[in-house]
């Protein structure tokens, strides 16, 4: 009878000190927070440099770059919200998730980072910009934005109110960045200890109205913002260009629209207008207000990152927390004379990323090689000690993290815009590190969402050491001439290894 009590209690000690070591085992692995502006274009970063820098408040932008790693060639593959975030989530182009353009909505049951995450253990939650349509899945809890959502007294959608009725949305008061952190931060407090965690907290500024909290509104007053050099850009025929472009004078129409009668965005800082102004200082007034409340809008992140931060360190996890901070995509400050995203030009098409995991990333670190967001995904498996799943195309870039040089990363980058129209024509390219070669092919592709109005197709090619603003098209030219035939060559390569059938013929 005693061997029988000393072999219970054995065993009864042996699962105790089985139970803490698997404990101890999924507490080893690092949480992650995932925190994704829209539109936060990497200008107006101030890490990146720029005119803007000394302008724009990044106390805690520059913080995670001080304490972990800068990406400076980070590009996504379709310069649009919806499919750039399906991308994010699945690791795939956007001709494999089938989310081209912003009416598409990515399939429940197809594969994504929460839902791998979620299997292995992870807690996951969701709290801020969805904008896939459908029901967010792999997320143990979420609270998202109807759409794009409000930017005062926001409403969200729940698990238990999904479907689409007023009566189903829960109303927040504050301003939603504010109101996004916060309920982030409660889902971090309600968290099971035992468990790593996975967290997205999604901003939606600073998408256009570019609105901001009312603390921020003398921000910028009776300040003169410098220009972009090409902020009176014409268009074509100053540049060679083969399409006009969404013009810094459209956003000035909405804001005269806006003071006067309903529009689709209600912009602060109203009314606003240009009347008995030329065309350049029109132009100089609308950047100046659009300038501003952009700052102001990104004023508003970068003070919730810093609330997530002081989080962690009060409660002892910094350590073994990831924190990255990323934009679905870039954005047009004036460049080009234009605004808004969509192209393949370097504004658009460039992701500004910062991360932090002080166990593994030295601070103040940067990574030049080219990364793309179908790479994110990758990364947060590699972190999470998981093979790279199947059905992510992207790569893990851990090791250029850690300081490493990576033998036979890529050189250059396939991109594929779909939402066709005459002003910003569907098109697809190839970024290396000095060259950018573009084809506008000029027709909708039978997706949701683009005009079906044909325009003539053309190309353009961009030396970015001659020319990093990409103020000349040179394709025409002949000293280029063998360098276009290798870079046709690559293109057609690129979109191959890729995988995308939707080729157009020349």
């Not at 195309?393 to 991109?415: C, I, P, T």
Request: a negative charge; charged letters at 25%.
């Amino acid at each position: 009878m005693v061997v029988k009590k000393e072999l219970f209690y054995s065993i009864i000690l042996f699962t105790v000190i089985l139970g803490h070591g698997l404990q101890a085992q999924s507490s080893s692995r690092p949480n992650i927070v995932f925190i994704m502006s829209d539109d936060h274009t990497s200008q107006s970063w101030g890490i990146y440099g720029g005119i803007l820098k000394d302008y724009v408040q990044n106390k805690n932008i520059s913080r995670l770059a001080e304490e972990g790693a800068v990406l400076r060639n980070a590009f996504c593959t379709n310069s649009i919200c919806v499919p750039s975030r399906a991308s994010i989530l699945t690791g795939q182009y956007s001709h494999d998730n089938k989310v081209f353009t912003l009416q598409d909505s990515l399939n429940p049951h197809h594969d994504n980072i929460a839902k791998v995450l979620q299997e292995a253990g992870y807690q996951t939650g969701l709290f801020g910009k969805w904008h896939l349509k459908s029901q967010p899945m792999g997320f143990d809890d979420y609270m998202v934005l109807p759409g794009q959502g409000i930017y005062h007294d926001p409403y969200f959608r729940g698990r238990d109110y999904w479907e689409n009725n007023q009566k189903n949305l829960i109303q927040k008061k504050g301003f939603s960045t504010d109101v996004i952190t916060q309920m982030s931060l409660d889902w971090l407090d309600d968290r099971k200890t035992d468990q790593p965690f996975f967290l997205m907290c999604h901003f939606k500024a600073t998408h256009e109205p570019f609105d901001y909290a009312h603390r921020f509104e003398t921000l910028y007053q009776d300040v003169d913002i410098p220009t972009p050099d090409n902020l009176y850009d014409v268009g074509p025929s100053s540049t060679n260009r083969v399409f006009t472009g969404h013009s810094m004078d459209i956003l000035g129409q909405r804001y005269e629209q806006a003071s006067t009668g309903d529009f689709w965005a209600k912009y602060p800082g109203l009314p606003f207008s240009t009347e008995n102004l030329s065309a350049d200082s029109a132009r100089y007034q609308i950047y100046q207000k659009f300038i501003k409340d952009f700052m102001r809008s990104g004023a508003g992140i970068d003070e919730n990152i810093g609330h997530i931060l002081d989080y962690l360190d009060d409660r002892g996890l910094t350590e073994n927390t990831i924190v990255i901070y990323t934009s679905d995509q870039g954005y047009f400050l004036g460049e080009h004379g234009f605004f808004d995203k969509r192209m393949m030009l370097e504004e658009s098409l460039r992701m500004p990323f910062v991360i932090r995991y002080p166990k593994e990333i030295k601070g103040g670190s940067e990574v030049n090689d080219i990364i793309l967001n179908i790479d994110f995904p990758a990364l947060m498996a590699d972190y999470a000690g998981l093979e790279k799943p199947s059905f992510i195309a992207g790569q893990s870039f851990r090791e250029q993290l850690k300081g490493e040089s990576v033998k036979d990363w890529r050189n250059h980058m396939y991109y594929r815009y779909w939402t066709h129209s005459p002003t910003r024509p569907a098109h697809y390219g190839l970024r290396t590190e000095r060259y950018k070669l573009i084809y506008y092919y000029g027709r909708p592709m039978n997706n949701a969402g683009p005009q079906s109005e044909w325009t003539s197709p053309g190309w353009e090619l961009y030396d970015l050491e001659k020319d990093p603003f990409e103020n000349q098209n040179v394709y025409k030219e002949k000293k280029y001439r063998k360098i276009r035939q290798k870079l046709h060559k690559d293109l057609q390569q690129a979109m191959a290894d890729a995988g995308d059938q939707y080729d157009i013929k020349k």
